[in-house]
């Protein structure tokens, strides 16, 4: 006790603040039962600050939940609100939050008066566990004490409703709020972004007459960019520079997202390049999207920034940087990364998975990506697809029906993509009539699909290669969707194999009437025309060329070289080696001259 003469504090004060020490510093349920004993001993068994520190010992320790209320039930439950609502606060924060309604439960059933303060960690447990009943319970309870004015209970009960998504019951807390504050807002918008509901959300938001925080733009700029609503979400942009509190990393992610979902490029990289801070949402985003905006060059130079940078990939961006490889036929690049995924130790998810066996298969490994299909043990719908597409893609038609029927029999049901794979096998392998079958299939039940442009246009190419242009064009004339210059592209190549100028004629009536900048049908009809001597036709077909404005855009080509892909037009002299280039092609175009002047000597 010299200590506690010293500091100027009685025997009791000295005791209390010892064992508050011990509560800060104990580890075990068998240390904690040492102090509950001495704080009987001591008489501080119903001390509330200290009751609060023990609380705070039960939430991190959460499998003691029946000695947590005995030892409340011990106080008597008369010493205030606080180490009650302090336990049912570190139980719901804790990773069984229904703990914490459980607690509540008890505590009120051995007398325990909640307060303002209670009822909002209790709907946070509810939150957590999506406890329906057990919040609408206490809702109810929040009426009976007349709390239901209380705008932190409110604005409690209006997430919980909204996380749940019962929107009656949130719709119903938010209109009868006298006062709303960012918060209600806020809470209501982010439920209804949460929920897909974006269009709602958004209405919500333009109806705001309080100042939206962070939390509000960022819901806000999600819902737009599902939509792709560019305009609203540029406006949100400005009312985020107006409002003063900067782009941080949460916003700007956001917009980042946001642009990229509009595919908004340009703006989308200015931002990440203005982050001060990014991180692994930062570079998913960005690389993500370059992914799906068909830009999978410039995707794979940024994934190699990102490693650069120190930010380890996750299997999202993984996931897109296979698809990136598959994209380019970038094969090398795709098994570095498969060595990655092996050497990190990452768990393969089914996203990984597909990726993989797309890539494989894109690239033309199809025993490779049969392979990895058949050591994936969960599959869906995407990995079916991945698959089917590949033996599509190579002529394999016959393995993708095979494959097809499998999937059938394992329950998966079919959407439209898988069709479009299954009808492109037909027609890569000549399979005119399996080609008939599966498309009346796919529209009948139980499938009872809708059949796109693209999968007219595969029937269109299976009829036109098998050489039936009058079923064909019948095909075309019967379709509840005007056909677009891709299908009469199809019946007019079909036309030039064998000959047939008139039907290429009525094509060209046609094409007028779509106008198409499509520069491809054009020269191939002109090349029809040609092919028959028929130079006035093409004079004028190049002249409607000319009139339109449509200009041929030259070929190209990608060829991967040790790991990195090289794109090359027709004509560029701009690649950095374009020399060394040049000098190899003269050495294999001399190498061929030689080997076909030898070889008819």
Request: with cysteine.
């Amino acid at each position: 006790m010299i200590i506690g003469r010293l500091l100027g504090i009685n025997t009791m004060q000295f005791l209390k603040l010892k064992l508050l020490n011990s509560i800060h510093r104990c580890s075990s349920i068998r240390s904690l039962k040492q102090i509950h004993a001495q704080l009987i001993t001591c008489g501080l068994l119903h001390d509330e600050f200290v009751l609060s520190k023990v609380s705070d010992f039960f939430g991190k320790h959460v499998g003691f939940v029946d000695y947590a209320f005995d030892f409340l039930n011990q106080s008597g439950l008369h010493v205030g609100t606080l180490p009650c609502n302090t336990l049912i606060a570190a139980y719901a924060n804790s990773v069984t939050p229904k703990a914490a309604f459980l607690v509540y439960g008890r505590i009120v059933g051995n007398g325990f008066v909640p307060d303002m303060y209670t009822f909002p960690v209790v709907m946070k447990a509810c939150n957590k566990f999506l406890g329906v009943q057990e919040g609408e319970q206490v809702h109810g309870v929040v009426v009976k004490m007349g709390f239901s004015r209380d705008l932190y209970v409110q604005n409690s009960l209006l997430h919980f409703y909204s996380v749940c998504g019962r929107w009656g019951g949130a719709d119903r807390v938010f209109d009868e709020m006298l006062v709303r504050d960012v918060v209600s807002w806020t809470g209501l918008i982010s439920g209804y972004m949460r929920t897909g509901l974006f269009d709602e959300a958004i209405a919500l938001f333009l109806k705001m007459d309080v100042v939206p925080n962070v939390a509000t733009s960022v819901s806000v700029l999600v819902a737009c960019g599902r939509m792709g609503y560019l305009s609203m979400g540029k406006g949100v942009h400005g009312l985020v520079y107006k409002s003063g509190f900067g782009i941080g990393l949460v916003v700007g992610n956001a917009l980042m997202d946001m642009y990229v979902k509009c595919e908004c490029l340009c703006e989308a990289r200015s931002l990440f390049d203005e982050l001060p801070e990014r991180d692994i949402v930062s570079w998913t985003s960005i690389i993500s999207g370059l992914v799906q905006c068909k830009r999978p060059k410039d995707s794979l130079e940024l994934f190699y920034d990102m490693q650069i940078s120190g930010v380890k990939p996750d299997r999202i961006v993984l996931s897109s940087v296979l698809s990136a490889c598959a994209s380019l036929g970038a094969l090398d690049y795709g098994r570095w990364v498969q060595e990655y995924i092996k050497r990190q130790g990452i768990e393969w998810d089914i996203h990984i998975g597909t990726a993989l066996v797309d890539m494989y298969a894109k690239c033309g490994c199809l025993e490779m990506a049969l392979q990895i299909f058949n050591g994936i043990p969960s599959r869906n719908i995407f990995t079916w697809n991945a698959l089917l597409g590949g033996l599509a893609m190579h002529g394999h038609g016959r393995e993708a029906l095979k494959h097809f029927e499998l999937m059938i029999g394992a329950g998966i049901m079919p959407n439209e993509v898988t069709y479009l794979a299954i009808l492109t096998a037909c027609c890569h392998s000549g399979l005119v009539d399996e080609g008939r079958s599966y498309f009346y299939q796919m529209i009948s039940q139980p499938f009872n699909l809708c059949p796109r442009l693209e999968h007219y246009g595969c029937m269109v190419d299976l009829l036109c290669r098998a050489g039936l242009l009058d079923e064909a064009h019948e095909f075309i004339r019967k379709m509840p969707q005007p056909p677009d210059v891709l299908i009469w592209g199809a019946l007019l190549s079909a036309c030039k194999v064998n000959g047939n100028v008139e039907l290429s004629q009525e094509i060209l009536n046609h094409l007028l009437e779509l106008e198409s900048q499509d520069s491809g049908v054009y020269v191939l009809l002109s090349n029809i025309y040609a092919t028959n001597e028929r130079w006035d036709d093409v004079r004028r077909v190049r002249r409607l060329m000319k009139d339109k404005g449509i200009r041929k855009f030259p070929g190209s080509s990608v060829v991967e070289v040790i790991g990195e892909t090289h794109e090359f037009l027709v004509g560029d002299t701009s690649h950095p080696r374009n020399e060394d280039i040049h000098f190899l092609l003269n050495i294999l175009s001399n190498q061929v001259y030689l080997e076909e002047h030898f070889l008819t000597c």
